[in-house]
């Protein structure tokens, strides 16, 4: 993980270089893997923010496209560090480390922002001297028109803060500044987790730092064919995994809760999405998903209903579940 307080970095030739810290700058990490297809675009949207004082560093991540021809166009103008592939949460690191900000974003290298997404979140932080700034946000190239603007709740303003972290947090990587220090504490992002890195670090920085929303959409999520957020069951699990290392680590927040509704947010959020999964009919990914809910002991006897079956050749679960849809006439 990134170690805090580090300020050494390396030039193109393997140098250490020290870097002066700059309170009032916006440090903007774009991680990039195999990005060529979009990652002018975020470097634009980054570069193009109206926040006078940011710096943009991009992470090559061992690519093996055209990724670092387009980082030399924008030589004198972007900080670019390279590293042999080593995965997300390491690249965030490698930025974080080279960074001289007071503020951190990360911005994947297939997203993008208002051009005012950075002053408006500096502006927040400051008016409000909290730690952590988010905002609303939008997803975009799903099809069938789907990709409403979404704005998360105001965490900060409700009861259960605590409890509604612990589910899930609600907003991308990118949808969010953060004030250097937090980072440090939290320890930047843990290089074992291949997804929900980001929310294994904001549910360890949100929970014991102040929030402030932006109610506005400045963060935009782009959808398209390459994506890891495909691997559906991949991402329930880690979320839970996720979830299961917090609780570990802060017994007291069960405490606290209850074990009865630490069960409903953990066992039953991963069950939640073994049924999204099962209703779109990704039927793999719901059976790993139940299979996984099934070993916890967790739901009624009318959601085992639904799970039993996983255990099942997956050609033979598919033949049953069609002949459902047959017999009933409605999607079973």
Known sequence: MYQAGLLLGYGPEGA??????????????IPCFNGERFLAEAIDAALAQTYPQC???????????????????????????????AGLPAARNAGIRVSTGGYLAFLDADDYWRQDFIEKMVQTLETSGAAIAYCGWQNVGLPDGRGKPFIPPDYEHEQDKLERLVGGV?????????????VEAVGGFD??????????FWIRAATRHTLVRVPEVLAFYRHHGNQMTKNRALIAHNHWRVQREF???????????????????????MLRKGYECYWQRDLEAARAIFRTVMKTGYGTAQDWKYMLPSLLPLALHRRLVGLLERNRGVTA
Not at 16 to 29: E, K, L, N, V
Not at 58 to 84: E, F, L, T
Not at 170 to 182: F, G, I, M
Not at 191 to 200: G, L, N, Q, R, V
């Open 55 to 85: 710096e943009v560093i991009v992470v090559d991540d061992g690519s093996s496209d055209g990724s670092a021809a387009i980082m030399q166009k924008y030589a004198g103008r972007i900080r670019v560090v390279r590293q042999a592939n």
């Open 170 to 182: 609600r907003w991308p990587v990118h949808a969010a500044l953060v004030r250097r220090h937090v």
């Open 247 to 269: 609780l570990r680590e802060h017994p007291e927040v069960e405490k606290r809760l209850g074990r009865r509704r630490i069960r409903e947010l953990t066992h039953g959020e």
């Open 191 to 200: 290089p074992k987790w291949t997804s929900c890195e980001d929310f294994a």
């Open 16 to 29: 250490a270089q020290r870097f002066i810290m700059s309170p009032h700058t916006a440090s903007i990490i």
